[in-house]
Every structure is written in structure tokens, then in C-alpha cells.
């Protein structure tokens, strides 16, 4: 963490926890905070007994199943120096072996932004919330559901700078598929740089769309501080069951051999890409994630690494994913106890909704699992906002919506102060028996860092609330994100690299032709 990151957390922990304070008359943030300091425990949900099972669980699934390695040579050739068995693309390892690869690993990283206020620490105690990654689709109540554009992505971003409560620009907010696949993540790389001062992520498409993305990171920092510093996330995904793919492992290895951090997640399908029983896709997701966590120390030493997991549900009946459900929920725990034993840092679950608006089925399905995020001890919380329809859409109104629950989680992750101040005592002597604290001096010196004030509730009497047009919270989220956006200002951005990023750009976009693939 940089000299100005750790004083304005101090300054944040000393005055009220967690809590940014409010500008006279409620309402936004006058500060915001780079990221959270977790003052509440994590919640461990099974013995070392179960634990050691599940961990002898994995290690057999690597050893007698082993993981297929597919179209990456150098991949193999990594595993076949460490000791690994290679037969064809499959390869099993030893039980240990992954877990003494992974030691190289760093327990807790920073990675730093443009803005150094912003860099946010990864691992140990910190939480970090992202937006949602990936959708080809955006909504809003306007416009219904459409594919996402490069405005999209911008708007999105421009959202997620303007909220205090997110810590991150994130990566793929939605796909832009206005733009050909090959050049697309030029534009959205930029655009992060542009739009926002904070931490962000690249493409992992293809190798050479990581590199360029790492390459502009360079433009942005500086070759030799990238070498020495992460200052780019890449998302890289296993193909469960026990499927490494080509495409990943060489972002992967891109990630890391530039010195960066790759989140390694499977996205198991209970009853399609893993088994529907909870300890059987934990065992599964550990063995997969830990073998893509290795391959990264194999390709560079102590480069930093996440580790990642996605557990998922499907109806049974109709062979639907479901998002936001109890079991993946309560599995996030366990996860949460094997990241700690790796001591590696944690991605893991979100608000997930398989909602098609943003309603109670979407905030009730996000909440459920986004509690799950923070009692597991996850640190980088992808999928923080805007996540409905199955990550299909990204939705404006509830990426609002989730941002402001965002706000309440740092209240919520903050804890319970007790100090002389807390503890209220001068007040009780000042009220005494039968009277109120409304006027005391205690309340008037906490009244402003006292509670969370969301800023699309509405806590007003039924009367008030219907003369002023019975909205509901869509309705006033929409509204919310309008003038944000009617409100946002670019953070200032240095003109001679802001001109070196679109010379980078646009000489790449000219050297190859366009591809839809």
C-alpha cells in the first residue's frame, strides 16, 4: 500500500470503522474509503476432520483422474519439469504437490491504480467489490434488453467511478459487441483507463489480447514498475470438469509471466460441469482452481494469485442454472476455510440473480449470496453489482441497487465499535429516566456517521411516499443512474499518456482485420 492509501484508511478506521461520513443533510459520501478492512470474523462451517477429507478428496481426483492441459505445450512442459505424470494432454500430480507450488504465492498484494488513493490490497483482511463481469446484454427500464455497446461500457463504468461504494472498475462490465471480438478489448482497456482512476482488469481471450492488454498497462505505469507491481487483474476460467483449455492457460501464463494477477475460477454447474452435491463440487473446484493457482508460480515464481470459485445450481427439472441459491451459498464457506489453509487470496461468490428484473426475486437471490461473499472471507468480490438474468444482462437499475447495498456491507463488515464513545455513557447521565436522546450531546456529536443512509430506500410515511408518485426502488434507481451519469466528470488523466494510449489503440486496430470470433 502506498503513504497515501494507508493514511486515508487509518483516518477512516480512526474517526468511524468502515462508515464514509455524509455531507450536511444526508445522502453521498463526502469520502469513500480504497477499500474495506473486514472487522468482523469469517464463518467456519466445518471441522479439520471435514476438511482434510475434502482436501484428500482433491487430491485423489489429481492423482487417479488427473486434469487435461489442452493446446498448450508449454503448459506440459512446465508440469513435466515440476514432476507432474503426463499422459498425452492429462496430467496427475502427487497428493502435496500443488499445495507446496502454490507457497511461492503471495498471501496478500496491492494493486495499485492511477489514482495511488485508489490502489486496493488484496488478501489478509481486505474486501474488494467489483462489478458484474461479462454479460452480452444490458437493461434498463427505458429500453428493455438489448446487446451491450461500447457507450454501455462506458456508461457502466462511469457508474461504478461515481459510487463510493465499489472499490474497483472491474473488467468486462458487458460485452460490446458493436465492436469486432479481435479489437474490442482495446477500447474497453482504455476506456477503464480513461473513465476511471481506479484498479482494473484486462482480456482474456485470447494471448495476444492479454498481452496487449498488460502492454497498455505499461503505457499507463510504466514498464518497470509493471514488472515489479501489479497493476492488472485477467479472469481466467477452467472448463470443468477438469478441463484446462489452451485460450486460458496462455492468459494465464501471460498474467503471470508479466508479474500480474490472474484470478483462476471454475464455474461448476452442479448436475452438469461438477456433481449436485456440495462436497463433491467443492473437492472438484479445489482441485481444478489449485492447479491453475500452481500453474502461475510454475511460469513466474511468486507472482501474485487469486484464488477463484464459482458454485452454481441448476433446476433439475428443466436443466436451468440457478443463481442466488442456499447451496452454492453455504458452500462459499468451505471455500472460504481451503483459500485460508493455501494462504492465497479469495474471488468467490457475488450478487448472483437468475432474475429477469430488477425486483425481489433479484435482491433476494444477490443478498443471499452476497452475504455469502463476505461471511467467506472472499477479499476481491467480483460481481459485486448489476448482475440479473443469469449474467446474461447487466442491468442498470440494479447495479444502482447494488451498489447502494454495497454501502450497507461496509456498515455491516465494520462491526461493532466499542470505545468510550460508543458505549454512550455521558449521554445516559445527560437523558436520565423517561426522556429521549434525540437532543443529547451525544447524539448530536454521532448523529451524521451514526447509520448507513441508502440512497434509494424510501423511509418516508405511506402518505408522503404516495403523493410523491409510489415509486419502488427500480423506478428510483432509474432515476438515480440518469443523473449520475448527467453528473460524472472523468478523473483527470495525464494528455501525453492519454495520447500514447490512443496511438496504441488505433495502430492496432488498423493492423489486422476485423473478427466476429
Request: charged share 20%.
Amino acid at each position: 500500500m502506498t503513504g497515501e492509501t494507508l493514511e486515508l484508511d487509518r483516518r477512516e478506521r480512526r474517526t468511524r470503522g468502515n462508515r464514509p461520513a455524509r455531507r450536511e443533510g444526508g445522502g453521498t459520501p463526502s469520502l469513500k474509503v480504497p477499500f474495506i478492512r473486514r472487522n468482523i470474523p469469517t464463518y467456519d462451517i466445518l471441522s479439520e476432520e471435514n476438511l482434510v477429507r475434502i482436501e484428500q478428496t482433491a487430491d485423489r481426483i489429481l492423482a487417479e483422474v488427473g486434469i487435461e492441459f489442452r493446446d498448450d505445450p508449454v503448459a506440459l512442459d512446465h508440469w513435466r519439469r515440476a514432476g507432474a505424470e503426463i499422459d498425452g494432454v492429462r496430467v496427475r500430480f502427487e497428493p502435496g504437490m500443488l499445495r507446496e507450488v502454490v507457497s511461492t504465492a503471495p498471501a496478500t498484494f496491492t494493486q495499485h491504480a492511477r489514482n495511488p488513493a485508489n490502489n486496493v490490497e488484496i488478501g489478509g483482511s481486505s474486501v474488494v467489490f467489483s462489478p458484474a463481469y461479462g454479460s452480452p446484454f444490458v437493461m434498463d427500464l427505458d429500453n428493455g434488453r438489448r446487446y451491450g455497446t461500447i457507450e454501455d461500457f462506458r456508461n457502466l463504468i462511469k457508474l461504478a467511478q461515481s459510487s463510493p461504494w465499489l472499490h474497483h472498475s472491474g473488467g468486462t462490465i458487458c460485452e460490446p459487441v458493436d465492436l469486432p471480438v479481435n479489437k474490442r478489448h482495446l477500447e474497453m482497456v482504455y476506456s477503464h483507463i480513461k473513465y476511471s482512476d481506479r484498479a482494473f482488469m484486462g482480456s482474456v481471450t485470447a494471448e495476444e489480447r492479454a498481452e496487449e492488454s498488460i502492454e497498455m498497462a505499461r503505457i499507463l505505469f510504466g514498464a518497470d514498475f509493471v514488472d515489479q507491481n501489479c497493476v492488472i487483474l485477467g479472469n481466467v476460467n477452467v472448463n470443468s470438469p477438469l478441463v484446462w483449455d489452451g485460450t486460458m492457460t496462455k492468459a494465464l501464463r501471460a498474467y503471470a509471466r508479466a508479474n500480474q494477477a490472474a484470478v483462476i475460477v471454475p464455474f461448476i454447474l452442479g448436475g452438469a460441469m461438477g456433481p449436485v452435491t456440495n462436497a463433491g463440487a467443492i473437492a472438484q473446484s479445489y482441485a481444478e482452481t489449485l492447479a491453475g493457482c500452481a500453474l502461475t508460480q510454475l511460469e513466474r515464481k511468486g507472482a501474485p494469485v487469486i484464488f477463484g470459485n464459482f458454485l452454481s445450481s441448476m433446476s433439475l427439472r428443466s436443466g436451468s442454472p440457478t443463481f442466488g441459491t442456499p447451496e452454492p451459498a453455504i458452500g462459499s464457506m468451505v471455500i472460504g476455510q481451503l483459500a485460508r489453509r493455501l494462504k492465497l487470496p479469495l474471488r468467490c461468490a457475488g450478487n448472483f440473480s437468475n432474475s429477469k428484473l430488477p425486483d425481489a426475486q433479484a435482491m433476494q437471490e444477490g443478498v443471499m449470496s452476497m452475504l455469502s461473499a463476505v461471511h467467506c472471507g472472499a477479499n476481491f468480490i467480483l460481481h459485486s453489482a448489476g448482475f440479473v438474468d443469469g449474467l446474461l444482462s447487466m442491468s442498470y437499475e440494479k447495479f444502482v441497487m447494488d451498489t447502494d447495498f454495497c454501502g450497507a456491507l461496509h456498515s455491516y463488515m465494520a462491526g461493532v465499535v466499542v470505545d468510550d464513545n460508543t458505549l454512550a455513557m455521558d449521554a445516559f447521565l445527560e437523558v436520565g429516566p423517561g426522556s429521549h436522546f434525540l437532543g443529547s450531546a451525544h447524539t448530536m456529536r454521532n448523529y451524521q456517521t451514526a447509520f448507513w443512509d441508502s440512497a434509494v430506500s424510501n423511509n418516508e410515511p405511506f402518505e408522503k411516499w404516495a403523493e410523491a408518485g409510489s415509486t419502488d426502488m427500480a423506478t428510483r434507481a432509474n432515476k438515480q443512474w440518469k443523473k449520475t451519469l448527467a453528473e460524472y466528470q472523468a478523473p483527470p488523466l495525464d494528455l501525453a499518456i492519454d495520447e500514447a494510449l490512443r496511438d496504441y489503440v488505433e495502430r492496432n486496430m488498423r493492423a489486422k482485420p476485423d473478427a466476429w470470433y
